[in-house]
């Protein structure tokens, strides 16, 4: 089946320092990411669309130069957090779409909890 | 614009008792529709899907969905619940055209008590 691995399912780390996420298709070429932040308790709120070898598309409200999104191959997606702060800890979840493998659901990583003190 | 209720913020149902988890949704066209499960500091599982065919949709770990278009729900169902079915489920919608991605209902706690 279709995995997607993402890493770190943990980070700590200071205010003011940044933070890189990965997001990797392990077994199938993605040519779509999605980036979706989840707040305690909450539902996932999509924070941008990433196609290869192009620039993301951000949602209303998510600033860009904040989370840094890079997506420069079929199999990684990358999510920067630059300049953390306390009020960006939340837990990112990175999902992804087939190029061949287009049977309508997106496949999930396990998610990133970043906690910023 | 693609849109997907959960009425439900948590639902209880005794172990062995069928369990019922409502969706209701709001699309343009014809529906992608998803169920998603989640555990605690995990990514979603995918349950189901219903892309065409058959109304009745069964997935993952003995669930089922009925689309009905009369009433525009999907609602997840089990026959018998277990403990283990404990987690937070989302309901899902995406345009089947193009590279989009998934609309999520806010998500039912289902908590099967033994």
């Known amino acids: 089946g279709a995995v997607v691995s993402q890493h770190p399912s943990r980070v700590i780390c200071k205010s003011g320092t940044s933070v890189k996420i990965e997001c990797r298709s392990l077994?199938?070429?993605?040519?779509?990411m999605f980036w979706y932040r989840q707040f305690p308790k909450k539902s996932l709120m999509l924070m941008a669309t990433?196609?290869?070898?192009?620039?993301?598309?951000?949602e209303q409200g998510v600033e860009k130069d904040k989370f840094l999104i890079n997506h420069a191959s079929l199999t990684l997606s990358t999510l920067t957090v630059t300049s953390a702060h306390p009020e960006d800890s939340s837990f990112y979840i990175c999902s992804a779409k087939g190029l061949v493998l287009n049977t309508g659901e997106l496949f999930f990583g396990e998610g990133s909890r970043l906690t910023v003190l | 614009a693609q849109s997907v209720a959960q009425p439900e913020d948590q639902v209880n149902v005794a172990e062995g008792n069928p369990l019922t988890v409502k969706c209701t949704y709001s699309?343009?066209?014809?529906?992608?529709l998803f169920w998603y499960v989640q555990y605690p500091n995990r990514g979603l599982q995918f349950l189901l899907k219903?892309?065409?065919?058959?109304?009745l949709v069964k997935g993952s770990y003995g669930f089922e969905a009925e689309f009905n278009k009369s009433q525009t729900s999907f609602h997840l169902k089990k026959p018998s619940a277990l403990v283990s079915d404990s987690a937070l489920y989302f309901c899902?919608?995406?345009?089947?055209?193009?590279?989009?991605?998934?609309?999520f209902g806010k998500g039912t706690r289902l908590s099967v008590i033994a």
């Open positions: 077994d199938f070429q993605a040519t779509t």
């Open positions: 699309v343009s066209g014809n529906p992608y």
């Open positions: 219903y892309i065409t065919g058959d109304n």
């Open positions: 990433s196609n290869e070898g192009s620039k993301a598309t951000y």
């Open positions: 899902a919608v995406r345009d089947p055209s193009g590279n989009t991605p998934l609309v």
